[in-house]
């Protein structure tokens, strides 16, 4: 539940993973993305299997796209020259996934925050550094490019994406029944029981999930210092509202996305978001550890 970061393959794949066959499927679980990461899928071996060759490939290529650690990687060129001449189908995709998150949360996911974390993160000037956030000033087309001093960061939402990619990947072979867990959860089939844990309370409830994804977001996981989480607020100095916010979303991507965003949400925005995005059931976490269903 840390903030979540690229690490080369070597090291994402340097432990052997472990899985489990039965008659009727199979269970892998491995390290990617510096996170554990699972897979479960219930039909022919076979199916696991090919998914399971292609993805250090896979992995690979979302990395070489989306990594702030990677100088060569698509989001490290842009944020180092400002611009993307010619952006791959998948920035383009997930790109437009942001923007969509950003306008359902009424601005408050916002990918340009990268100067201001890394500037609190350093211990730097937060005030200048927020002067560069604003999602709104990234011109997105057949070229992307960046406001002098801004930065993207993808992290979280690409992992989602990882998920979706996988899962994906797994229906075109034909799979009907498989639960993927490359950062964010989701699921092909179900239904599955998944637990709701809160990095103070621990596990403080259960979701059923069918044909889509859950991701949570939970301040406390992580501090830049000791009052100030690793999520943002790109608009002002906010505090959260909720301790953990688990969203369930039709896809991973979008589901990280509006999670992270949902922390600072009050319950009423949270109603008008499940709404507008279509969305499952919102659980919210309060600081005193109570559970909420929007």
């Avoid at 998914?51 to 990594?67: C, G, M, Q, Y």
């Avoid at 990882?162 to 229906?171: E, G, I, K, Q, Y």
């Avoid at 996981?221 to 009052?227: E, F, N, S, Y």
């Avoid at 979008?254 to 109603?271: G, K």
């Amino acid at each position: 539940m840390k903030r979540r970061r690229f690490l080369c393959l070597a090291a994402a794949f340097g432990a052997a993973p472990l899985s489990a066959r039965s008659e009727t499927g199979v269970r892998w679980s491995g390290r990617a993305f510096g996170a554990d990461v699972s897979l479960q899928l219930d039909g022919p071996a076979a199916q696991a299997d090919r998914v399971l060759n292609e993805l250090p490939d896979l992995l690979k290529r979302i990395e070489a796209t989306f990594s702030l650690y990677d100088p060569a990687s698509e989001l490290s060129e842009l944020n180092r020259t400002g611009l993307l001449r010619d952006p791959s189908p998948w920035m383009r995709h997930l790109l437009h996934v942001a923007d969509r998150a950003h306008r359902l949360t009424g601005g408050v996911f916002d990918p340009s925050v990268q100067p201001l974390w890394q500037a609190l993160a350093m211990g730097g000037d937060g005030v200048a550094a927020r002067a560069c956030v604003g999602w709104s000033r990234v011109r997105l087309g057949d070229a992307v490019q960046l406001e002098d001093g801004q930065a993207l960061t993808l992290n979280g939402i690409a992992q989602g994406f990882a998920t979706d990619l996988v899962l994906a990947r797994l229906r075109a072979l034909g799979a009907r029944q498989a639960l993927a867990d490359i950062g964010e959860t989701g699921a092909l089939g179900g239904p599955f029981r998944l637990g709701v844990a809160d990095p103070a309370a621990g596990l403080v409830g259960w979701r059923s999930l069918r044909d889509g994804a859950v991701a949570t977001s939970s301040p406390g996981a992580l501090r830049l210092d000791w009052d100030t989480s690793h999520i943002l607020h790109p608009l002002s100095v906010t505090a959260p509202v909720w301790s953990t916010v688990s969203v369930a979303a039709p896809g991973a991507a979008l589901a990280d996305a509006l999670s992270t965003a949902a922390v600072f949400l009050p319950a009423e925005a949270l109603a008008g978001l499940r709404h507008r995005a279509g969305l499952g059931r919102i659980l919210c976490v309060a600081p005193d550890g109570d559970l909420r269903s929007v």
